[in-house]
């Protein structure tokens, strides 16, 4: 069964830290993996992703403050979050990209797997 499942998130004050994971199972271990997040009433933005190869991507918001890595022979995907302000609030997702890894379609464009999400509370 392919599945996400993310922990770590939680309350934290500005200017602190959080590194929440999330473990992936079935196929998708394999895949380009990544975090969004979400706050009521706008879309989900991209924060990260990492290729099965370790190449590396993050939004301009996040650049110098997140560190976005895989342990494979653990199949878990990781974002270590430090300085954090209270505008990073929000639920992160973890994903995978099925529809390149598995199909060869344009990274991230489709077929996208989602975990549960997580809340990250950033209080100041």
């Known amino acids: 069964q392919e599945q996400l499942v993310e922990s770590g998130g939680g309350p934290v004050q500005a200017g602190g830290s959080l590194k929440p994971s999330c473990e992936a199972f079935?196929?998708?271990?394999?895949?380009?993996m990544g975090w969004y997040r979400q706050v009521p009433g706008k879309e989900r933005e991209l924060v990260s992703t990492i290729s099965s190869d370790g190449t590396t991507n993050y939004a301009d918001s996040v650049k110098g403050r997140f560190t976005i890595s895989r342990d494979n022979a653990k199949n878990t995907l990781y974002l270590q979050m430090n300085s954090l302000k209270t505008e990073d609030t929000a639920v992160y997702y973890c994903?995978?990209?099925?529809?390149?890894?598995?199909?060869?379609?344009?990274?991230?464009?489709?077929?996208?797997?989602w975990g549960q999400g997580i809340q990250v509370t950033v209080s100041s």
């Open positions: 994903a995978a990209d099925l529809g390149q890894c598995l199909a060869g379609l344009p990274a991230w464009a489709s077929d996208i797997r």
């Open positions: 079935g196929s998708i271990s394999r895949c380009g």
